[in-house]
């Protein structure tokens, strides 16, 4: 059970190397985002954080939180599909590994799409769209 719950994980979740440092890959998320009209309400620090609570240095973390006010306001124009604001903003999380390269990680949107129907489906499709425009710069390495 708990393997099985593992290799869900990666299917939910893709994690893609950045060709950039660690700052040069944070601006190039926040950029590719404003470009494409999405608002970067904030970028938390986990590293500066946990730290702060005198938790163990988890090294250089950030997770950016986007927002597109467009479809974000389709997706939540209806009753039925407000319980989806769980999953904004969109997070594109940041980090760097024991090995020394910068990664990122974000929810499979695409897959969220297929996953939900109605209403909601199509827009997160939109959404796996704009993701992969925004972090395209990163190669996949699975």
């Known amino acids: 059970m708990l393997l ?3 290799s869900m994980g990666s299917l939910f ?29 904030q970028a938390f620090d986990f ?6 609570h005198h938790q163990p240095d988890p090294g250089r973390m950030k997770v950016i939180k986007l927002c597109s006010p467009e479809l974000a306001s389709r997706m939540f124009a209806d009753d039925d599909s407000k319980f989806v604001s769980v999953m904004a903003p969109c997070s594109i999380s940041v980090y760097e590994k024991s090995d020394g390269r910068t990664y990122l990680a974000a929810m499979d ?3 969220m799409s297929k996953l939900m129907g109605g209403d909601v489906g199509p827009v997160l499709a939109e959404i796996a769209a704009e993701d992969a425009a925004i972090i395209g710069f990163a190669s996949v390495d699975r």
């Open 4 to 6: 099985a719950g593992c």
């Open 13 to 41: 979740i893709h994690e893609q190397r950045s060709p950039y440092d660690f700052d040069t890959t944070v601006a190039k998320v926040v950029e590719n985002a404003q470009a494409r009209g999405w608002i970067v309400p």
């Open 47 to 52: 590293q500066k954080s946990l730290v702060a």
């Open 109 to 111: 949107m695409a897959l």
